[in-house]
T-cell receptor
């Protein structure tokens, strides 16, 4: 079975632009969580979606938003990009709402210039 | 919120050496996991270990929940063990939110 997939793998944007990142969970998994990993740090939780509803939100500004589709795939949107948004964005999927059995995708590396 | 501290921040070993990585956390937790992040950014689950001891090949982990720390042991290290090791915790049992430490960067030299 395929693991968690994310697209695109790399992305370069300019300050002020908007970006959409995509994640497809493992087949059968209904929960998707998003994390931001700035260079040299551990990942930080942004959102969790379960059954198409937001179940948790980290300490990120309203410029960050997400949604989950009926097929359980998810999109993360970031508006008005700042240089500090440059990071590796990781998606994780699990069958339930907890972290047990959570598997991470390869990530999307976003560079804001 | 919960604070997660990992030590040492960096570690350089010769192939074949053993190592111990430590994770301290500031509050009781329901979940604790160890991850390995390879040079391409992929996070791989190593252990789910909120308490007790587990072993998987050359890797083993021990969590002493009452004293709020966990240890990851790597024996007979190989160059493929290089990368960043993260400890991550969750205080509640029904959220997808993991709180990660800053990681330990391991370099194994041939």
């Amino acid at each position: 079975d395929a693991g968690v997939t994310q697209s695109p793998t790399h992305l370069i944007k300019t300050r002020g632009q908007q970006v959409t990142l995509r994640c497809s969970p493992i087949s059968g998994h209904k929960s998707v969580s998003w994390y931001q990993q700035v260079l040299g740090q551990g990942p930080q939780f942004i959102f969790q979606y379960y059954e198409k509803e937001e179940r948790g939100r980290g300490n990120f500004p309203d410029r960050f938003s997400a949604r989950q589709f009926p097929n359980y795939s998810s999109e993360l949107n970031v508006n008005a990009l700042l240089l500090g948004d440059s990071a590796l964005y990781l998606c994780a999927s699990s069958s339930g709402t907890g972290v047990l059995g959570q598997y991470f995708g390869p990530g999307t590396r976003l560079t804001v210039t | 919120g919960i604070q997660v501290e990992q030590s040492p921040p960096d570690l350089i070993l010769q192939e074949g050496a053993n190592s111990t990585l430590r994770c301290n956390f500031s509050d009781s937790v329901n979940n604790l996991q160890w991850f390995h992040q390879n040079p391409w950014g992929q996070l791989i689950n190593l252990f789910y270990i909120p308490s007790g001891t587990k072993q998987n090949g050359r890797l083993s982990a021990t969590t002493v929940a009452t004293e709020r720390y966990s240890l990851l042991y790597i024996s007979s290290s190989q160059t493929t063990d290089s990368g960043v090791y993260f400890c991550a915790v969750d205080k509640r049992s029904n959220t997808g939110k993991l709180i990660f430490g800053q990681g330990t960067t391991l370099q194994v030299k041939p």
